[in-house]
């Protein structure tokens, strides 16, 4: 039976059956908990880091912005037209622009040619990076007044710029001192359709601004950080960074002003030592940083993710049988791959041990090692119920349902990611899954790999909830998208919560995690028993969440075990000085989480079905790696407020990523549903123009009509052409139309496909 092509299931062989769908037309998961931890009662954030923007529209600023940057934007909107501009008062620059496209590169927004570009382009057939990168600086420096910035101060960050799109370019520097970037600062340029249409800055000290002195050296600074949590030993604790050089952006406060700084004078900078450590037996991957000018200990924080249940779960799972599925990826030889169906060349006897070609799993239960049968076949088994150490009896003490439930997840997970982000080298990468730990109550990312529990009372085994293990890879990718993890960590449960109703089209995060409905940070869920529900009619509000009506009013002070995990109003707050005004930053996610879930079931045309998804899946995917904090909060006056004009927002990236002709001004294809979704909780920017007009500059194609052919472990999908120049995408996935899809393959030209990469039995 050599060369026989053979699949990995979990039980037995299966048979026939397929169906397809075009189109035409989902860190941690409540907080940390720290059990008698000295190190998460020594945690600490200076109030001079993490500084927050203030936005105001240009226009009623005019009277404080410095009298060149006033000239230059006048003359801005003479030679380019209708433009606006947000200022951050911290700094008096501007925080972020949009407007009628500036041509760049040729493209369908602009009349350019190859031959325009004949001064960057050199020998290059067609612009790359390198020419969208000069561009962008002959910009700064020829916009010198207007940005407050030359050139020769940016570093290009190749992580959060490329090509993201046939149509879509994101330009992205970090702003350096002496050569060190500063963190978050950044100068972007997205560019749509061959034009330029929007830019900014975010977190940007004042110009001529030097980097401070370094009066300490780091043995000082590690000193520093090892007196305060009562000893760091060599040997013993992990030291994973013993002293690095950072420089970062600071709240400058003054208490005369009542924004807490003067106009153009709130942003300060500080040079200082990072110190992250893991202490044995203690949770938590420990990161502090020392002031190198000072010695001042600025901060001492748990850099991972968590998930916690905070009461009310069950032990275990309910007692479901598992679903058989191919083990895709996994390994049957040294550097040999099952492929996406779990098929391989069968040619002799052979193992796998779940050590994936994307994924590998850790069992703290023991090791797995499932063999093939004779008819080439490697049975994992599956089991009717258990928890934590439970197997079908073969394949290794550790061949348990996490361990196979996160294999499987896992692989999907991110084989969806790579459909949209090819070129992404983390999703490329291999994934460690570290299950059946012992602990109590949690799951997490922990900047390296996901991290997931035995049942222990009152939580159940969090690796065996899908939900949960989509949460943690959505925190991964966050880290990894090529622009780190979020400012905030509202933003980051946001992402995390998202990525995961993303993949299961499901508004509760994590179902099956508790034993009744979550308890919604005060606004009870009505139908979840995860540990969120993004959907607010779910709740017993059945109302929008906003910053004013949930997020001052319910949501809670951070943990005293983890007192500065904090979204965007905590951040705010903090950097204000204004600790008591201090949000948990789970409970603030839930402003991003149901805008997003708005747009895709109530706002798209078509609500919640795979044409809504599918546009959700790629403003989402699209925006990754230029997005910052989902939007800004104010938190000084009796009533907080917020908006998404900043740079960063979820609100200009995805708004960036829809339009279709290069020209903000005049709408996007799903501009009026985008607008309501995210105005409904108050994080879209009102004053940008055409924010709530749906405009699209490209008639869409007419709907092809498709054909399903099945073979054996094989399926060929055919449709008829919508018209000359048109390419196609092909989604598939196995877990029915109301799931999110893998995309297959990406802008081609044919109107057929032929996919090899599924299993006989299992319905596509």
């Keep these: ?77 003479v030679e380019h037209g209708a433009w606006n501009a947000q200022i951050d008062s911290r700094s008096g620059r501007i925080e972020s622009a949009e407007g009628t496209g500036i041509a760049w590169i040729p493209g369908r927004g602009n009349r350019l040619t190859l031959a325009d570009l004949q001064g960057v382009l ?15 600086r002959r910009f700064v420096d020829g916009n010198s007044s207007l940005l407050g910035l030359s050139a020769k101060d940016l570093t290009l960050n190749t992580g959060r710029s490329g090509k993201m799109a046939d149509y879509l370019w994101f330009v992205d520097f970090d702003v350096t001192r002496a050569g060190i970037p500063v963190e978050g600062a950044r ?36 000193a520093t950080v090892a007196n305060y949590v009562g000893g760091i030993v060599r040997g013993q604790d992990r030291i994973l960074d013993a002293g690095s050089l950072h420089l970062l952006p600071t709240a400058e406060r003054d208490s005369r002003f009542a924004d807490g700084f003067e106009f153009a004078k709130g942003y300060g900078l500080a040079s200082v030592w990072e110190v992250k450590f893991h202490r044995e037996g203690a949770q938590g991957t420990w990161r502090a940083r020392v002031d190198a000018t000072s010695g001042e200990l600025l901060e001492l924080y748990d850099v991972n993710d968590y998930a916690q249940a905070n009461g009310g779960v069950i032990l275990s799972l309910p007692s479901l049988a598992d679903t058989v599925r191919a083990m895709p990826f996994t390994n049957v030889a ?165 990525t ?34 993004i959907d607010w009619a779910k709740h017993s509000r059945n109302t929008a969440s906003t910053v004013a009506n949930f997020t001052q009013t319910t949501c809670p002070q951070p943990s005293a075990n983890n007192p500065n995990y904090v979204g965007p109003c905590g951040k705010d707050a903090i ?76 609100w200009k990236v995805m708004r960036a990523v829809d ?16 607008y309501a979704a995210f105005n409904r909780h108050g994080i879209a920017c009102t004053t940008d123009t055409g924010a709530s007009t749906t405009f699209a500059g490209c008639t869409p194609p007419s709907k092809p009509t498709m054909t399903l052919t099945p073979g054996s472990n094989s399926a060929t999908v055919s449709w008829t052409s919508s018209g000359a120049g048109v390419v196609y995408d092909v989604y598939r996935n196995e877990s029915g139309c ?24 299992t319905p596509y």
């Design 575 to 650: 950097s204000r000085g204004s600790t008591a005004n201090k949000r948990e930053g789970h409970c603030e996610s839930l402003i991003t989480s149901e805008s997003l879930w708005d747009f895709a079931n109530r706002d798209l045309p078509s609500p919640g079905t795979g044409s809504a998804w599918t546009i959700t899946d790629r403003l989402w995917y699209l925006s990754r790696s230029t997005g910052t904090q989902g939007f800004t909060c104010n938190t000084s006056g009796t009533t907080w407020t917020s908006n998404g004009c900043n740079t960063g927002s979820m």
């Design 334 to 498: 040294a550097g040999v791959y099952a492929n996406s169906g779990g098929l391989y060349n069968f040619t002799s006897a052979t193992t796998s041990s779940l050590a994936g070609q994307y994924v590998t799993i850790t069992d703290r239960c023991g090791s797995i090692s499932a063999a093939s049968n004779g008819s080439g076949d490697i049975p994992f088994g599956s089991s009717a119920s258990g928890t934590d150490c439970t197997t079908p009896g073969s394949g290794g003490a550790g061949n348990t349902r996490s361990a196979r439930t996160q294999f499987y997840w896992l692989n999907r997970i991110k084989e969806v990611g790579r459909g949209w982000l090819p070129s992404n080298t983390w999703l490329n990468a291999k994934l460690v899954a570290d299950v059946n730990q012992v602990a109590t109550c949690n799951a997490y990312w922990d900047g390296t790999k996901v991290n997931f529990f035995k049942a222990s009372s009152p939580c159940g085994n969090t690796g065996q909830i899908p939900g949960v293990s989509i949460h943690e890879y959505g925190h991964g990718l966050d880290n990894n998208d090529g622009n780190g993890s979020s400012p905030d960590n509202g933003t980051g449960e946001t992402i995390g919560d998202f």
């Design 1 to 77: 039976m050599n060369d026989i092509v053979r699949r990995f299931a979990a039980a037995a062989l299966l048979t026939a059956g397929f169906s397809a769908v075009l189109p035409g037309t989902a860190a941690a998961q409540i907080m940390q908990q720290h059990e008698g931890s000295t190190l998460a009662s020594l945690s600490l954030v200076s109030d001079k880091l993490h500084p927050s923007p203030t936005l105001e529209e240009i226009d009623s600023v005019r009277g404080n912005i410095a009298s060149n940057l006033d000239a230059a934007w006048a003359s801005f909107a």
């Design 738 to 761: 109301n799931a999110g899809f893998v995309k297959v393959t990406n802008d081609t030209g044919s109107t057929s496909f032929a996919d090899s990469a599924v299993a006989n039995g």
């Design 500 to 533: 995961a109703a993303l993949a299961l089209h499901q508004s509760c995060v994590g179902p099956g995690f508790l034993t009744s409905n979550c308890g919604g940070y005060g606004n009870a869920c009505s139908s979840c028993t995860g540990v969120r529900d």
């Design 122 to 136: 050199g020998a290059k057939s067609a612009p790359d990076l390198s020419v969208l990168e000069s561009i962008a």
């Design 659 to 674: 339009d279709d002709n290069g020209n903000l001004n005049d709408g996007t294809p799903h501009g009026g549903a985008l």
């Design 187 to 222: 100068v972007v340029f997205r560019v749509n359709h061959g034009n330029l249409i929007q830019f900014g800055l975010e977190n940007v000290p004042p110009a001529g601004l030097k980097m401070p002195a370094v009066a300490i050296t780091k043995e000082q600074a590690f």
